[in-house]
């Protein structure tokens, strides 16, 4: 349902609360304390079968004797009594209620208390928030409908906790600081209302300016995935993960299943999302402080200004343990930084300028560093000294910063007593200030990843990869009779087999059944050569002796397969030995073994793997996890996510490995992940790469079992099904297929050559150019949320070409309305494109489930309107003299047939 009556939650006309109370220090007692004094200016009518007043307000005896219907309900009776009275507040018009009582897990009449709540709710379409929760602040109405023991202060900060402990612990710090909140959201249980739809909420609240998350469990995956990446590329979101278990990784069979780990998972799913992950709670105060102030980075450059020379040292070494940058003074700098500071001065980074420092040089320093564009921010630490004053320093910082109000300055104030005044002073002054050096930087760091992430939401990627209909229909083939023959694992050669129809390079692999035909194979390929069992009830050859390399002559193949199989039959005698592989050893001596593969999560469905490969692979746990679908800029992010990327960037004399070709194995695995769900988990190990590319020595493929449930991807793959070739007037042919990230720079082409008059028309006033930000944006969608057609000439390797036109589509969280918006390239008008573009987005949408679909146009574009009147639009009413029209075609289960110009 997404956000679908979420006014009733956020801005509700009158409030209930169904288990009011006198009892001093009671839940429904606390809660209805803290709503009378919340601030909220509209009715709240408590509701108690035993108290004629609560708190000397009215009580009411019941749901049914409430004097009107209230938006939003606070529940808090037993556990028994919550489906009762949900559905009584449902059926007599109640649009969201907080259901704050624990306990509804029990079963009653063959279903869960939670089970019939939803259902008692459900045809209604009542939202609920809960149940088990502290309830739901709103500071913008002054509602406080929960049983926290303080209301925060105003501010801009969202919360969101599956955890009422830990929201009121967030709340009791913040406090302390002085740091407010525009929504605080207790989500407990999570049966209807979950991250993903308080995302969707989140992401165009205008009382919002940053996002926290305490995170446990996700439970939609795709929903949340679509929501958090809308909702941070618009605003700061932090997220929390409690539990780092990989218990769900147990009964992997493959070394990818096993390395997975389901906290990794949620690593690689937070990064794909642009949402910064932070590892403690502690950090996620320090977030909630940095962001309360808006300041924001371009870069990752560090400036430290201290009056400390050892305060300035443990930040450096806070600043290098976690991969950051000291930014470098330049030369007009340090002349400035020396006609102001005395000859002692550190002359470098970090700027000591001694520990007598006063205000007066404090000010004078930081003004000249903030005119430094080799640095991306400051940190400025006070040591607390006899002959310095604190404050007047702090003051001095923020008289200097003034100059430059935009410019990131953070501050470490140390000492107890005497620097808590300054630190609150910065709080107050919307200055970052942190208790320690290593804080500080951490706190940096934290913006240098969250920016980061906002990169690579708009980094523009090389073309992707195309796996032929007829490639993909042979390897499920070879799954097929596989399955068939009984085996859940594909053989090493059947496994490779599929790996080179998915374009992954692998060494030629032949299966033997005998020692005579080992031998024949070996004086076919030469030596050396490797031997492998081949066995569908061994995971890991190696464990058991079934694995021979550097093998030189016929004579020692032969012996090795009678050797290999004494010892299998030895050290696993129940397993079926169906074979052996022989295959030629490649020699790279330079080569780093790698692992890349796949796993399946229970949440999040197929992932990517990438690491360190080799035996150890397990021990070093050095790898990093991404969601399919990949693209040139994801994939080459989990590489230099990995310890083993810093070797693959080369050293003293050994040549860098080129990455492009192990990112291309990545983002086919993706791509096999995606058109083979057939597949539970894959493991290539080693890959082998050096300055040649990559190859793949081994690989293991494990099949789903029949019958278990089939996870799709949490984020929607290119809809490839949609592509389709048109023919419009003249017999023109184009290809019409859903925009790609890698259409950026030709859509920023198409945009070049149209007239000002077309561009002013489509997007609602004068534009002169196309930025990346805007071509990424309009080119990485979410397909869940969006759809956009180009046209491009046909038969084009892979579509690409000239865009002739798009067309776009975007819809509300629940799936109900759209808005649209064509463009057909200036040079390409009068061809009938614009019709046929149209006609495909009406059809798709009307496909989608879309009750209608709507656009703003400008009463002064004759053609557009003309053309939404030949497509069934109907013009909305509209206030005289209003230069735009808002045009509205509704589906409502009749068909819109195609109008042909």
Same mark, same amino acid.
């Given at each position: 349902?997404?956000?679908?009556?979420?006014?009733?939650?956020?801005?509700?006309?009158?409030?209930?609360?169904?288990?009011?109370?006198?009892?001093?220090?009671?839940?429904?007692?606390?809660?209805?304390?803290?709503?009378?004094?919340?601030?909220?200016?509209?009715?709240?009518?408590?509701?108690?079968?035993?108290?004629?007043?609560?708190?000397?307000?009215?009580?009411?005896?019941?749901?049914?004797?409430?004097?009107?219907?209230?938006?939003?309900?606070?529940?808090?009776? $037993?556990?028994?009594?919550?489906?009762?009275?949900?559905?009584?507040?449902?059926?007599?018009?109640?649009?969201?209620?907080?259901?704050?009582?624990?306990?509804?897990?029990?079963?009653?009449?063959?279903?869960?208390?939670?089970?019939?709540?939803?259902?008692?709710?459900?045809?209604?379409?009542?939202?609920?928030?809960? $149940?088990?929760?502290?309830?739901?602040?709103?500071?913008?109405?002054?509602?406080?409908?929960?049983?926290?023991?303080?209301?925060?202060?105003?501010?801009?900060?969202?919360?969101?906790?599956?955890?009422?402990?830990?929201?009121?612990?967030?709340?009791?710090?913040?406090?302390?600081?002085?740091?407010?909140?525009?929504?605080?959201?207790?989500?407990?249980?999570?049966?209807?209302?979950?991250? @993903?739809?308080?995302?969707?909420?989140?992401?165009?609240?205008?009382?919002?300016?940053?996002?926290?998350?305490?995170?446990?469990?996700?439970?939609?995956?795709?929903?949340?995935?679509?929501?958090?990446?809308?909702?941070?590329?618009?605003?700061?979101?932090?997220?929390?993960?409690?539990?780092?278990?990989?218990?769900?990784?147990?009964?992997?069979?493959?070394?990818?299943?096993?390395?997975?780990?389901?906290?990794?998972?949620?690593?690689?799913?937070?990064?794909?999302?642009?949402?910064?992950?932070?590892?403690?709670? !502690?950090?996620?105060?320090?977030?909630?402080?940095?962001?309360?102030?808006?300041?924001?980075?371009?870069?990752?450059?560090?400036?430290?200004?201290?009056?400390?020379?050892?305060?300035?040292?443990?930040?450096?070494?806070?600043?290098?343990?976690?991969? @950051?940058?000291?930014?470098?003074?330049?030369?007009?700098?340090?002349?400035?930084?020396?006609?102001?500071?005395?000859?002692?001065?550190?002359?470098?980074?970090?700027?000591?300028?001694?520990?007598?420092?006063?205000?007066?040089?404090?000010?004078?320093?930081?003004?000249?560093?903030?005119?430094?564009?080799?640095?991306?921010?400051?940190?400025?630490?006070?040591?607390?000294?006899?002959?310095?004053?604190?404050?007047?320093?702090?003051?001095?910082?923020?008289?200097?910063?003034?100059?430059?109000?935009?410019?990131?300055?953070?501050?470490?104030?140390?000492?107890?007593?005497?620097?808590?005044?300054?630190?609150?002073?910065?709080?107050?002054?919307?200055?970052?200030?942190?208790?320690?050096?290593?804080?500080?930087?951490?706190?940096?760091?934290?913006?240098?990843?969250?920016?980061?992430?906002?990169?690579?939401?708009?980094?523009?990627?090389?073309?992707?990869?195309?796996?032929?209909?007829?490639?993909?229909?042979?390897?499920?083939?070879?799954?097929?009779?596989?399955?068939?023959?009984?085996?859940?694992?594909?053989?090493?050669?059947?496994?490779?087999?599929?790996?080179?129809?998915?374009?992954?390079?692998?060494?030629?692999?032949?299966?033997?059944?005998?020692?005579?035909?080992?031998?024949?194979?070996?004086?076919?390929?030469?030596?050396?050569?490797?031997?492998?069992?081949?066995?569908?009830?061994?995971?890991?050859?190696?464990?058991?002796?079934?694995?021979?390399?550097?093998?030189?002559?016929?004579?020692?193949?032969?012996?090795?397969?009678?050797?290999?199989?004494?010892?299998?039959?030895?050290?696993?005698?129940?397993?079926?030995?169906?074979?052996?592989?022989?295959?030629?050893?490649?020699?790279?001596?330079?080569?780093? !073994?790698?692992?890349? @593969?796949?796993?399946?999560?229970?949440?999040?469905?197929?992932?990517?793997?990438?690491?360190?490969?080799?035996?150890?692979?397990?021990?070093?746990?050095?790898?990093?996890?991404?969601?399919?679908?990949?693209?040139?800029?994801?994939?080459?992010?989990?590489?230099?996510?990995?310890?083993?990327?810093?070797?693959?960037?080369?050293?003293?004399?050994?040549?860098?490995?080129?990455?492009?070709?192990?990112?291309?194995?990545?983002?086919?695995?993706?791509?096999?992940?995606?058109?083979?769900?057939?597949?539970?988990?894959?493991?290539?190990?080693?890959?082998?790469?050096?300055?040649?590319?990559?190859?793949?020595?081994?690989?293991?493929?494990?099949?789903?079992?029949? @019958?278990?449930?089939?996870?799709?991807?949490?984020?929607?793959?290119?809809?490839?099904?949609?592509?389709?070739?048109?023919?419009?007037?003249?017999?023109?042919?184009?290809?019409?297929?859903?925009?790609? $990230?890698?259409?950026?720079?030709?859509?920023?082409?198409?945009?070049?050559?149209?007239?000002?008059?077309?561009?002013?028309?489509?997007?609602?006033?004068?534009?002169?150019?196309?930025?990346?930000?805007?071509?990424?944006?309009?080119?990485?969608?979410?397909?869940?949320?969006?759809?956009?057609?180009?046209?491009?000439?046909?038969?084009?390797?892979?579509?690409?070409?000239?865009?002739?036109?798009?067309?776009?589509?975007?819809?509300?969280?629940?799936?109900?309305?759209?808005?649209?918006?064509?463009?057909?390239?200036?040079?390409?008008?009068?061809?009938?494109?614009?019709?046929?573009?149209?006609?495909?987005?009406?059809?798709?949408?009307?496909?989608?489930?879309?009750?209608?679909?709507?656009?703003?146009?400008?009463?002064?574009?004759?053609?557009?309107?003309?053309?939404?009147?030949?497509?069934?639009?109907?013009?909305?009413?509209?206030?005289?003299?209003?230069?735009?029209?808002?045009?509205?075609?509704?589906?409502?289960?009749?068909?819109?047939?195609?109008?042909?110009?």
């Amino acid at each position: 349902m997404s956000t679908r009556n979420f006014d009733a939650l956020f801005s509700p006309r009158s409030i209930a609360l169904i288990g009011a109370s006198n009892e001093p220090h009671s839940v429904g007692n606390v809660i209805a304390r803290n709503l009378f004094e919340g601030g909220f200016s509209g009715p709240i009518m408590p509701v108690n079968p035993h108290e004629a007043a609560i708190a000397g307000r009215k009580s009411f005896t019941s749901v049914s004797a409430l004097p009107l219907v209230p938006d939003l309900a606070i529940v808090a009776t $037993p556990a028994p009594t919550v489906p009762g009275i949900v559905g009584e507040l449902a059926a007599r018009g109640c649009r969201a209620a907080v259901v704050i009582s624990a306990g509804l897990g029990e079963t009653r009449d063959g279903a869960t208390l939670r089970q019939a709540m939803l259902d008692a709710a459900r045809p209604h379409l009542m939202r609920i928030v809960g $149940p088990n929760c502290l309830g739901i602040l709103s500071q913008p109405l002054g509602i406080n409908g929960s049983f926290s023991h303080l209301s925060p202060k105003a501010g801009d900060i969202a919360l969101v906790s599956q955890s009422g402990a830990i929201v009121t612990a967030i709340l009791d710090w913040a406090d302390e600081r002085g740091i407010g909140f525009s929504h605080v959201v207790s989500l407990g249980d999570m049966c209807d209302v979950d991250f @993903g739809d308080m995302l969707d909420f989140l992401s165009t609240d205008r009382a919002t300016r940053s996002i926290l998350l305490y995170v446990e469990n996700i439970t939609f995956a795709k929903k949340f995935m679509s929501a958090a990446r809308i909702a941070a590329r618009s605003k700061p979101v932090v997220v929390i993960k409690a539990g780092r278990s990989a218990e769900g990784a147990k009964a992997a069979l493959s070394h990818t299943g096993a390395l997975a780990g389901s906290d990794k998972v949620y690593d690689g799913a937070f990064r794909r999302a642009g949402v910064l992950r932070v590892g403690e709670l !502690e950090e996620l105060f320090e977030a909630a402080s940095t962001l309360s102030t808006g300041i924001r980075i371009t870069g990752d450059r560090l400036t430290i200004l201290t009056n400390g020379g050892g305060a300035g040292v443990l930040a450096v070494d806070a600043l290098k343990a976690r991969g @950051g940058t000291l930014a470098t003074i330049s030369e007009a700098t340090l002349k400035e930084l020396d006609a102001v500071l005395p000859p002692t001065w550190s002359h470098g980074n970090p700027v000591d300028i001694i520990g007598d420092a006063t205000g007066a040089r404090y000010g004078a320093a930081l003004e000249a560093l903030l005119k430094d564009r080799e640095s991306d921010a400051i940190l400025v630490i006070n040591c607390p000294t006899a002959v310095a004053d604190v404050m007047e320093a702090g003051k001095a910082v923020i008289a200097a910063k003034a100059k430059r109000p935009r410019f990131p300055v953070l501050t470490n104030w140390l000492g107890g007593t005497a620097a808590a005044p300054v630190r609150q002073f910065f709080a107050s002054e919307r200055i970052p200030t942190f208790e320690s050096p290593d804080k500080a930087v951490r706190a940096f760091t934290h913006l240098v990843r969250y920016r980061r992430n906002q990169e690579l939401l708009m980094e523009t990627p090389t073309a992707g990869v195309a796996i032929a209909p007829e490639a993909v229909e042979r390897a499920r083939k070879v799954i097929e009779a596989a399955k068939a023959a009984g085996h859940r694992t594909l053989s090493e050669w059947e496994a490779k087999a599929v790996l080179k129809l998915f374009g992954i390079p692998a060494v030629e692999t032949f299966l033997v059944t005998t020692d005579e035909e080992a031998e024949a194979r070996f004086r076919e390929i030469g030596a050396p050569a490797a031997l492998k069992i081949v066995s569908p009830d061994i995971t890991h050859k190696s464990d058991v002796g079934g694995v021979r390399l550097d093998i030189a002559s016929a004579a020692a193949m032969r012996t090795a397969v009678a050797e290999m199989r004494d010892a299998v039959q030895a050290a696993a005698p129940e397993a079926r030995i169906t074979g052996f592989t022989v295959q030629r050893m490649v020699s790279r001596p330079d080569a780093y !073994e790698l692992i890349a @593969g796949l796993a399946t999560d229970a949440t999040f469905g197929p992932v990517v793997l990438f690491g360190r490969g080799g035996k150890a692979t397990e021990v070093i746990g050095d790898r990093a996890i991404g969601l399919p679908p990949l693209n040139s800029v994801l994939a080459r992010e989990m590489i230099r996510e990995t310890e083993i990327a810093k070797l693959l960037a080369g050293y003293r004399d050994v040549p860098a490995v080129p990455l492009d070709p192990i990112a291309d194995v990545l983002i086919r695995l993706a791509e096999l992940a995606v058109l083979l769900p057939e597949v539970a988990e894959l493991d290539i190990n080693p890959l082998l790469a050096d300055a040649e590319g990559v190859v793949a020595l081994d690989a293991r493929v494990t099949l789903r079992a029949d @019958g278990t449930r089939v996870v799709g991807p949490a984020i929607r793959p290119y809809p490839r099904e949609l592509e389709r070739e048109i023919t419009i007037r003249d017999a023109e042919r184009f290809l019409l297929r859903p925009i790609r $990230p890698e259409d950026e720079l030709a859509l920023a082409d198409m945009v070049a050559h149209c007239t000002d008059h077309d561009l002013r028309l489509r997007f609602m006033g004068p534009i002169k150019v196309f930025p990346h930000q805007t071509a990424a944006r309009f080119s990485q969608i979410d397909y869940d949320r969006e759809m956009a057609f180009v046209a491009v000439a046909p038969g084009s390797s892979y579509g690409e070409g000239p865009i002739s036109g798009v067309v776009r589509l975007v819809a509300d969280p629940e799936n109900e309305a759209a808005e649209f918006a064509v463009l057909v390239r200036s040079d390409m008008k009068g061809h009938g494109l614009g019709y046929a573009l149209m006609n495909e987005i009406l059809a798709y949408g009307r496909n989608r489930g879309l009750a209608r679909i709507y656009g703003e146009v400008l009463r002064e574009n004759a053609t557009m309107l003309r053309m939404a009147r030949e497509l069934g639009f109907h013009l909305d009413g509209a206030e005289a003299g209003a230069d735009t029209a808002r045009v509205t075609v509704e589906f409502g289960g009749g068909q819109n047939e195609a109008v042909v110009p």
